[in-house]
T-cell receptor, first 114, second 112 residues
């Protein structure tokens, strides 16, 4: 069965510091992988996705993620945190070929200190 | 503007009452989804529909029902059989193969 594990339910960084949010997945088929961001009482916004091709994926707001098949990982990074990055982040893997039928991790809440 | 509209944003109901959450999209997407979000639990799939007049159960369908009579609409009914209905409910839609899911702004349901 497919699953997603996000390491760390809360991550705190200083403004300007590197952001690293960890995601590991299990899938018996080549996965489609996603990172979504959620601000309080809002819906989810897609940050980036990996389907096929280049394993380093660039997304919005300066975020990027690298698909590492050997490590079954899809960690999210941003070189320099901004106060506006404070939010909850979700990693997800698709079931089959559908990009809407998703299995989500439990989320990581990112705090950014001034 | 194209998007997904969920209404209402906040909903209060008494225990034992059925309640219907609205989800409308004008993105011309074939597939629509309902997810439930609980604190610290991520999102879990309740029901999904890939085409009008057809839908499938997701991981936590018990106590919920849906209909898909129109392409743009996918209402979710939370029935009295749902043992713990208080949660944040998110609707999403996606187009054909190769398109990601777009999410609505959610409905926060509180049952007292």
């Amino acid at each position: 069965a497919q699953s997603v594990t996000q390491l760390g339910s809360h991550v705190s960084v200083s403004e300007g510091a590197l952001v690293l949010l960890r995601c590991n997945y299990s899938s018996s088929v080549p996965p489609y992988l996603f990172w979504y961001v959620q601000y309080p009482n809002q819906g989810l916004q897609l940050l980036l996705k990996y389907t096929t091709g280049a394993t380093l994926v660039k997304g919005i707001n300066g975020f990027e993620a690298e698909f590492k098949k050997s490590e079954t990982s899809f960690h999210l990074t941003k070189p320099s945190a901004h106060m506006s990055d404070a939010a909850e982040y979700f990693c997800a893997v698709s079931r089959g070929g559908s990009q809407g039928n998703l299995i989500f991790g439990k989320g990581t809440k990112l705090s950014v200190k001034p | 503007d194209g998007g997904i509209t969920q209404s209402p944003k906040y909903l209060f109901r008494k225990e034992g009452q059925n309640v219907t959450l609205s989800c409308e999209q004008n993105l011309n997407h074939d597939a629509m989804y309902w997810y439930r979000q609980d604190p610290g639990q991520g999102l879990r799939l309740i029901y999904y529909s890939q085409i009008v007049n057809d839908f499938q159960k997701g991981d936590i369908a018990e106590g919920y029902s849906v209909s898909r009579e129109k392409k743009e609409s996918f209402p979710l009914t939370v029935t009295s059989a749902q043992k713990n209905p208080t949660a944040f409910y998110l609707c999403a839609s996606s187009g054909g193969i190769g398109t990601e899911a777009f999410f609505g702004q959610g409905t926060r349901l509180t049952v007292v």
